[in-house]
Structures are given as C-alpha cells and as structure tokens.
T-cell receptor, first 111, second 115 residues
Framework: DAKTTQPTSMDCAEGRAANLPCNHSTISGNEYVYWYRQIHSQGPQYIIHGLKNNETNEMASLIITEDRKSSTLILPHATLRDTAVYYCIVRVPLGGNQFYFGTGTSLTVIP | GAGVSQSPRYKVAKRGQDVALRCDPISGHVSLFWYQQALGQGPEFLTYFQNEAQLDKSGLPSDRFFAERPEGSVSTLKIQRTQQEDSAVYLC?????????????FGSGTRLTVV
C-alpha cells in the first residue's frame, strides 16, 4: 500500500531543472524517503534517499520539508536520458522491509 | 558481474506450463528481493531473502509461486501451472547489506507472457 502521492505525469524542457513533488503526509519518524527511477525496459535505479536533511549527490538533490510531510526531487539540468518514471517511496530501513512503489511520476524531457 | 543478471530476458509460456526465472545477484550481496510488475504499474513485492533464508514471502500471490536461494547467492522464482494473469515483468533486486545506506540494485527483469 503506497504511502505517497505523486503527480501522474510531468514535462520538462531539456537543460532546465526538473522538480518532482511527492506528498507523504503519514510518514513516521523512522521512515526514510527514497527516490528511484525506471527507464523503459529497465529495472528501477536508485537515485537518492534522506531522513530529514536535504541531500545531494551526483544525480539529484532531495529537499524534504521541515514537517517531513512532503519532498521534492530536483534534477538540476534535465537531459533526454532523464525521461523515465520516478518513484517516491517511504520505508523503514530494516532489512526485510520492501519498497512500495506506487505508480510514480512519468517525466518526459522535451528537446 | 557488475550488476544483477536475470535470465531469460523474455519468456513465452503456454497456459498451464511451469516456468523458472533465474536471478544472479551482485556477488556478496546479502539481501535479495523479487518483484512483479504488471504493465503500466509500479513493481509489487513478492518475496525477500537474507542469504539463504526466505524471511518474507507475503507477496507471493498464490501457492503456484515458489522462490528459493539455496546457497545464498543465485535465486530462482518458479511459477507452476501458469495463468494469463501471471503475465508481467519479474524483477530481482539485491543489496550488500541491510539499512538505509545501501540502495538496492535491480536487474532488467524477465518479461513473462502467458498465452
């Protein structure tokens, strides 16, 4: 049962920042926010995760609101290869806890 | 290998046939998951292994589905008497350890079509 709400689809111009929102209003104190993406015909790919602080890596930035009820994944300079379905997932970081993917946001980067 | 390898990449089965799907996780990875992804949907959890122990099989949709990982490395998902509703992509994921600092690496999946 997905605990997150994401827009079904979004477009972004190539070279611009893509901001993908996610609502997780029922997140509990020990749940992390994870982002994965899935390019057509491939398995999901890990992007980034965080608990309460903003995080940045070579792929993206994750901004989590102070109340932790929502977050935004930012792709700073979107390319055509970023076209994919993006999944926002909340999860307790225990070994056997699976990811609930939901249906994600289909991002299309437009030339 | 460098990633999670799944075979076959595509499988067409006649209804009622048994199938076996293989997952080769990254060497040394402790955790292994199987997911089922129907067309247009997100992946859905099937089962979880920690080494050779199957710790959670709550997502297996029926007793026709069986998974094993006898030596804690390669895993096989078996589906007996396949039905059309079993048509989906079956994804395998592995992780070095447990906890939030390790993301899970997914294979490209096996696309099963039951005709």
């Amino acid at each position: 049962d997905a605990k997150t709400t994401q827009p079904t689809s979004m477009d972004c111009a190539e070279g611009r920042a893509a901001n993908l929102p996610c609502n997780h209003s029922t997140i509990s104190g020990n749940e992390y926010v994870y982002w994965y993406r899935q390019i057509h015909s491939q398995g999901p790919q890990y992007i980034i995760h965080g608990l309460k602080n903003n995080e940045t890596n070579e792929m993206a930035s994750l901004i989590i609101t102070e109340d932790r009820k929502s977050s935004t994944l930012i792709l700073p300079h979107a390319t055509l290869r970023d076209t994919a379905v993006y999944y926002c997932i909340v999860r307790v970081p225990l070994g056997g806890n699976q990811f609930y993917f939901g249906t994600g946001t289909s991002l299309t980067v437009i030339p | 290998g460098a990633g999670v390898s799944q075979s076959p990449r595509y499988k067409v089965a006649k209804r009622g046939q048994d199938v076996a799907l293989r997952c080769d996780p990254i060497s040394g990875h402790v955790s292994l998951f199987w997911y089922q992804q129907a067309l247009g949907q997100g992946p859905e959890f099937l089962t979880y292994f920690q080494n050779e122990a199957q710790l959670d099989k709550s997502g297996l949709p029926s007793d026709r589905f069986f998974a094993e990982r006898p030596e804690g490395s390669v895993s096989t998902l078996k589906i007996q008497r396949t039905q059309q509703e079993d048509s989906a992509v079956y994804l395998c994921a592995s992780s070095m350890a447990v906890g939030p600092i390790y993301g899970y690496t997914f294979g490209s999946g096996t696309r099963l079509t039951v005709v």
